[in-house]
């Protein structure tokens, strides 16, 4: 099944304890992006990766860091998570990149992270 | 930037009736122009796109979309609501170009639809 996977579903942790939230697509999709969901900001871009080692911040991309070593992941590390990271995170895909970025994006099931 | 306007942050209607949820934007250049829904602890599935062309797009769930290129406008449609179609719906955009890569959302609307 064609499918964006996200791990784990939920964490709790605490100030400063580093995190990764893994991301894996099988479509051999090119782009694939991070967003973060906080009631009333509707999803924010984070990160995005056009293809493999090719990264590029989006619109909030402080204390956050991502790599793209291969074409079907694209973990999103936190080195030092604080509360205000406390969030809804998704991370998506789609065929293209480039002049294909007309393509939808398909989407994991997010994760619910919690820094206390 | 580009940027994305939801401007209700809820639409209640009764079953059967019609609905709108309304979506400007602004970009440079051509846009492209998305719809998605979230279900109660789902991720986002997409329901339709305007990339080219014809300016009433048909999607999912008997869902439509009018890109009104004057007013900078992209709302979501549906003759008649279920309530089903109860959830939380996103507009977004994306544009060729050197930003390629970025895709905005707007803050996105919770659609009520009450039997």
């Known amino acids: 099944e064609a499918q964006v996977t996200q791990n784990p579903r939920y964490l709790i942790t605490v100030t400063g304890k580093k995190l990764t939230v893994t991301c894996s697509q099988n479509m051999n999709h090119e782009y694939m992006s991070w967003y973060r969901q906080d009631p009333g900001l509707g999803l924010r871009q984070i990160y995005y990766s056009m293809n493999v080692e090719v990264t590029d911040k989006g619109d909030v991309p402080e204390g956050y860091k991502v790599s793209r070593k291969e074409k079907r992941n694209f973990p999103l590390i936190l080195e030092s998570p604080s509360p205000n990271q406390t969030s809804l995170y998704f991370c998506?895909?789609?065929?293209?990149?480039?002049?294909?970025?007309?393509?939808?994006?398909?989407f994991g099931s997010g994760t619910q992270l919690s820094v206390l | 930037a580009q940027s994305v306007a939801q401007p209700e942050d809820q639409v209640n209607v009764a079953e059967g009736n019609p609905l709108t949820v309304k979506c400007t934007y602004s970009?440079?250049?051509?846009?492209?122009l998305f719809w998605y829904v979230q279900y109660p602890n789902r991720g986002l599935q997409f329901l339709l796109k305007?990339?080219?062309?014809?300016?009433l797009v048909k999607g999912s769930y008997g869902f439509e979309a009018e890109f009104n290129k004057s007013q900078t406008s992209f709302h979501l449609k549906k003759p008649s609501a279920l309530v089903s179609d109860s959830a939380l719906y996103f507009c977004?955009?994306?544009?060729?170009?050197?930003?390629?890569?970025?895709?905005?959302f707007g803050d996105g609307t919770t659609l009520t639809v009450k039997p």
């Open positions: 977004a955009v994306r544009a060729p170009g050197a930003n390629a890569g970025k895709s905005t």
């Open positions: 998506a895909s789609s065929p293209g990149a480039g002049p294909a970025t007309n393509e939808k994006l398909f």
């Open positions: 970009v440079s250049g051509n846009p492209y």
């Open positions: 305007y990339i080219t062309g014809d300016n």
